[in-house]
């Protein structure tokens, strides 16, 4: 099993900026790619971001292309999501997942493990 901590969530104005953290722990050696998903209130989880975990090739969704980041730190087995200007529309519980092989980043289905989650809130 893989074991996912995220961090970093909070309490932003328009504009600002996050970085999210996610920590990995246990059978990292199982891990092909991590992806950050969120969910904002009354609506369904979406995908934001996904690295390749060798390699480091990444995919987002369009709605944060040019804003968002997404890193990687193999010797740390984390990644990150650096958010800038940030909009209320981003205001949604943010969580991480990994994946054991390539498949479609898109999928929430085929992500094996999840994080708990980390709340970002984007005021006006």
């Known amino acids: 099993q893989v074991q996912l901590v995220e961090s970093g969530g909070g309490l932003v104005q328009s504009g600002g900026s996050l970085r999210l953290s996610c920590a990995a722990s246990?059978?990292?050696?199982?891990?092909?790619?991590m992806g950050w998903f969120r969910q904002a209130p009354g609506k369904e989880r979406e995908f934001v971001a996904a690295?390749?975990?060798?390699?480091?090739?990444?995919d987002y969704a369009d709605s944060v292309k040019g804003r968002f980041t997404i890193s990687r730190d193999n010797a740390k087995n984390t990644v990150y999501l650096q958010m800038n200007s940030l909009k209320p529309e981003d205001t949604a519980v943010y969580y991480c997942?990994?994946?054991?092989?390539?498949?479609?980043?898109?999928?929430?289905?085929?992500?094996?493990?999840w994080g708990q989650g980390t709340q970002v809130t984007v005021s006006s």
């Open positions: 246990g059978r990292t050696v199982s891990v092909y790619a």
């Open positions: 690295i390749k975990w060798s390699g480091g090739s990444v």
């Open positions: 997942a990994t994946r054991t092989y390539s498949g479609n980043y898109y999928r929430e289905y085929e992500y094996a493990y």
